[in-house]
């Protein structure tokens, strides 16, 4: 069962009110390249899911407004978990997205660095575009020791790595801008993550890249260590 443990507090979580939250809900059909990498986003995610043995049960989490929920109801007889930190991201999904959709949605408000649900939870913790937000290892390591907790399985996540051009172009802009004492951006060399993946007690099963010389986007999927 889940303990009590110290959930780091990130910045930015509290900003998602109704308003923020419906924004967010366009954010990725907002132009035609936006359109296009949305398309790619799914077709890992599919891939990911397949690669992970196409799990009976899965936890989307974090699931801001649902921008997943098609593919994973994709496989039928699928018990799909969501939740978020915010409950206005929760709300949003589940009244913009269509009814055949969030009908199989089982939503319920959580941080995912202490979630509110049994040990072994769920055959796969499906937590896509949150990684690289956290820049301290620590936090790293926090979710990614809840996440070894909920799942009995397999964990599918993705976070920004080094190794590509737009790592090389950010690191560069990086140095050329004023130090600031907010950041909530992060991009994580591979060894350092994959390390951490290694101290949280998971093997890595594959990676995929959504494009293996340009982007800085790489999603994992990792298997519980017995």
Wanted: with cysteine; proline share 3%.
């Amino acid at each position: 069962m889940t303990t009590a443990k110290s959930a780091p507090q990130l910045e930015f979580s509290g900003k998602y009110n109704n308003e923020h939250a419906k924004q967010y809900l366009l954010k990725h059909d907002n132009g035609l390249w936006r359109r296009l990498s949305n398309l790619r986003d799914h077709q890992i995610a599919r891939k990911a899911l397949s690669i992970a043995g196409n799990p009976k049960t899965v936890l989307d989490a974090p699931c801001g407004t649902g921008r997943f929920w098609d593919v994973l109801v994709e496989q039928p007889g699928r018990i799909v978990h969501a939740c978020d930190y915010s409950q206005n991201m929760i709300d949003v999904g589940m009244a913009s997205r269509p009814k055949e959709i969030t009908q199989r949605i089982r939503a319920f408000q959580a941080s995912v660095f202490d979630m509110p649900v049994e040990d072994n939870f769920v055959e796969c913790v499906f937590c896509i575009r949150f990684v690289h937000h956290l820049g301290e290892n620590q936090d790293r390591l926090t979710l990614l020791r809840e996440l070894h907790r909920v799942t009995s399985d397999t964990v599918i996540l993705s976070l920004w790595v080094d190794g590509s051009i737009k790592a090389w172009s950010r690191k560069r802009l990086e140095k050329k801008r004023k130090a600031r004492s907010y950041q909530n951006r992060f991009v994580i060399p591979k060894k350092t993550i994959e390390h951490e993946f290694d101290q949280c007690g998971f093997d890595m099963v594959a990676h995929l890249d959504f494009s293996r010389t340009l982007s800085m986007w790489r999603t994992y999927v990792l298997r519980k260590r017995a």
